[in-house]
C-alpha cells in the first residue's frame, strides 16, 4: 500500500511538472517557429535553409508536444488525423540525420507508400523517434537500423499494418525485457524510463498494440500493430504539419 501511494505521489507530482514545463515550454520555443523562416529569406545557401527546415521542424514538434504534455496531463484526447507512414519516416529521417553516428546504417522500406493509420501525427512521431533513439543508444558499436512497414491481414475484414524498428544492438536480457515499460524503469545513467511508456500509451490510444522480441548480443525489434486508417486518402494535415500556424 505505502509502495502503491508513493507511486501516485510521484505521479501526481509528475503531472505538475508536466504542466508547469509544458506551458514555460511554449514560450521558449516561440522564436524557433519564427526565426527559421526570417533566416531563410536572407540566404541562398542551401545548406543553412536544409538547417533553417530542421530548426523549424523541432519547434513545430516542442510546441505541439508541450501542447501534447498539457492535454495528457488534462485527460484529454490528443486530435486524430490520417497520417500516412512515409510521411512519419520522412520527419525522422530528416530530425536523425545530424545526430546519426557514422557507424549506423539507416535503412526505411514501406511495402505501400500509401499505407496510412489514424492516429496524432506528432505523437506517432514522437514514438517513433523514441524507438529509433533507444536502438541507435542500443548500438555503440554500429550496425543496420531499419524502420519498415508492411500491410498485415487481421481478424475478420480488419485491416493492419506493421512498424518495425529493428536494431543489431544489445538487445535485452529477460529481467529487462519484463519492466520495459514500467514508469522510470531505465538502464541509462540518463535515461528517464518514461519513452516506452509513452509509447504504449500513444499506439493503445490509437488502437494498437506494440510487441517486443530481443536477444541479447543480437538486438531487438519492437513491432507496432496499427488498425489501418479509415479517413479518406488525401485529408492528411500535410500543410499544417510542415507550416505552423504562427507563421501567419
Ligand atoms: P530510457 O531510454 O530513458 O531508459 P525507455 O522507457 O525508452 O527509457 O527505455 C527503458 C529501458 O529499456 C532502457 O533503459 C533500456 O534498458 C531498454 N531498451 C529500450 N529500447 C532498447 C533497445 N532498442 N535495445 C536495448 N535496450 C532497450
Redesign the pocket.
Known amino acids: 500500500v505505502e509502495a502503491e501511494l508513493m507511486r501516485a505521489q510521484r505521479l501526481e507530482s509528475l503531472s505538475l511538472l508536466a504542466a508547469g514545463l509544458s506551458h514555460d515550454l511554449r514560450n521558449i520555443l516561440q522564436p524557433l517557429l519564427i526565426m527559421p523562416d526570417l533566416l531563410k529569406a536572407r540566404t541562398e545557401d542551401p545548406r543553412l535553409w536544409h538547417m533553417a527546415d530542421i530548426i523549424a521542424e523541432c519547434g513545430r514538434r516542442g510546441h505541439e508536444m508541450a501542447q501534447l504534455m498539457l492535454s495528457f496531463v488534462r485527460g484529454t484526447r490528443s486530435p486524430s488525423e490520417r497520417v500516412q507512414v512515409q510521411q512519419l519516416f520522412e520527419a525522422v529521417q530528416l530530425l536523425l540525420r545530424g545526430t546519426l553516428p557514422d557507424n549506423i546504417a539507416l535503412h526505411m522500406e514501406t511495402a505501400d507508400e500509401a499505407l496510412a493509420m489514424d492516429g496524432n501525427y506528432t505523437e506517432l512521431q514522437q514514438v517513433l523517434l523514441?524507438?529509433t533513439?533507444?536502438?541507435i543508444?542500443?548500438?555503440p558499436d554500429g550496425g543496420r537500423l531499419t524502420l519498415q512497414a508492411t500491410p498485415v491481414d487481421g481478424a475478420g475484414n480488419a485491416q493492419w499494418l506493421c512498424i518495425s524498428?529493428i536494431?543489431e544492438?544489445?538487445?535485452?536480457d529477460a529481467a529487462?525485457q519484463e519492466?520495459?515499460?514500467a514508469p522510470f524503469?531505465?538502464?541509462?545513467a540518463?535515461?528517464?524510463?518514461?519513452?516506452?511508456?509513452?509509447?504504449k500509451r500513444i499506439i493503445e490510444s490509437c488502437g494498437g498494440r506494440i510487441q517486443v522480441s530481443?536477444v541479447q548480443g543480437q538486438?531487438?525489434r519492437?513491432d507496432l500493430h496499427l488498425p489501418v486508417s479509415e479517413r479518406a486518402e488525401g485529408t492528411e494535415a500535410t500543410e499544417a504539419m510542415l507550416h505552423p500556424e504562427m507563421l501567419g
Open positions: 523514441n524507438l533513439l533507444n536502438a543508444q542500443a548500438m524498428v536494431d544492438g544489445t538487445g535485452m529487462t519492466r520495459l515499460f524503469f531505465t538502464t541509462k540518463d535515461g528517464t524510463g518514461l519513452g516506452l511508456i509513452s509509447c530481443s538486438g531487438s519492437f
